[in-house]
C-alpha cells in the first residue's frame, strides 16, 4: 500500500519527547529516600540513593526480564533492600506510592500541548513507551486516542511487535502511521523496521552518530516544526 504523505496517526515516544526525564527521576529518587529516612530508617542508614540504583542494575543484569517493566524492577530492588536490613517489605508498596507520584510530576515542553492540540485534528494520536509514566496522572490523556506500554504490552521497543500493537490499537496500518522519538535506535530504528515512518525528536541538537545506519524520514527539535514539516508534504 502507497503510504500517504499525511498519516492518518501519529504515534509519540513519552519520556525526553514530549518532556525532560532526567532531572524528574532525579527528583523523585530525592523524595523517595527522604520516605525511606522517615519511614524506613534502617534502609536509608544502610543504602544511599547511588547505592540503590546500583543494586537494581545487578538485578537487570540478572533478571533481563524486568527490562520491560523499570518500576517493576524498582519495586523488587527495594523489597530487596527491604528484606537485607529487616525492614517491613510491606511498606514498599507506600514507597512506591511516594516515587510514582513525584517521576509522574513532568512538565511538558511549551510546544507539547498547542502541538497535539494542533494534531489531532488532521490524525489519530497515540504513544508507544517503555517507560512508566501515566498520561492520566500527568494530565494529558485526553489528547491521545490509544497507549501501549512495554509493562503491558510483554515487549519493548524496538522490538516491532509494539509498534505494530500501537498501529493496531488506532485501527491503522504501519505504513499510514508516523513514528516520532529522541531514540535513533529505540525509536527511529525500530519504527522503521516495522513499517513505519519515523520522526527524530532532537530537541538538543544531537548529532545522529548512526547516520550510516539510522536514517530519519524527518528531524525536529519540536512539534512545531514536526507539524510543518507535515504540512509541507
Partial sequence: MTRQPWPKAVLFDLDDTLWPIAPVILEAEKLLYAWLGEHAPRVAERFTIDSLRAARLELLAARPEFG?????????????????????????????????????AVTPYEDVVPGLERLKRRALVGSVTNGVADLQTIGLAHHFQASVAARQY????????????????????????????????LDVQGAQRAGLRA?????????NEFAHEVRPDVEVASLDALLDWLESL
Wanted: charged share 20%; hydrophobic share 50%.
Fill in 154 to 185: 510483554g515487549r519493548a521497543k524496538p522490538d516491532p511487535g509494539i509498534f505494530l500493537a500501537g498501529c493496531a490499537a488506532l485501527g491503522v496500518l504501519p505504513g499510514e502511521t508516523l513514528y516520532v522519538g529522541d531514540d535513533l535506535l
Fill in 199 to 207: 520522526a527524530w525528536m532532537n530537541r538538543t541538537g544531537k548529532v
Fill in 68 to 104: 520491560i517493566d523499570l518500576g517493576a524492577l524498582r519495586h523488587a530492588g527495594l523489597v530487596a533492600a527491604f528484606e537485607q536490613v529487616g525492614e517491613d517489605p510491606g511498606k514498599v508498596e507506600l514507597a512506591m506510592t511516594v516515587f510514582f507520584a513525584a517521576r509522574n
